[in-house]
């Protein structure tokens, strides 16, 4: 578990704006990512999805109307607390 979160920190949150090092056309906001497999799935604003490896990706300024959709946890979990830190 230390190790996956340790690795965790490497990758942008959920909800950051990034693009393509390659193309700039190629952006959107983070969904997910696959620490074995060092990849960030994004989301863009016409709610195509695609993956990317992580060292491909960087931080973008760009504006994006994309709504962060909350993802929806079982109900005994709702009620507790983030203890990640």
Not at 18 to 33: D, I, P, Q, R, Y
Request: charged share 35%; with cysteine; proline share 5%.
């Amino acid at each position: 578990m230390d190790l996956y979160l340790q690795e965790s920190k490497r990758f942008p949150a959920k909800g950051t704006i990034v693009e393509s090092k390659a193309n700039a056309n190629l952006c959107g906001m983070t969904s997910a990512f696959n620490i074995i497999n060092d990849q960030v799935t994004v989301r863009t604003e016409d709610g195509f999805t695609f993956r990317l490896p992580l060292d491909e990706l960087k931080l973008s300024k760009k504006k994006l109307k994309i709504e962060h959709e909350e993802e929806e946890l079982p109900p005994e979990l709702k009620d507790q607390k983030d203890i990640s830190g």
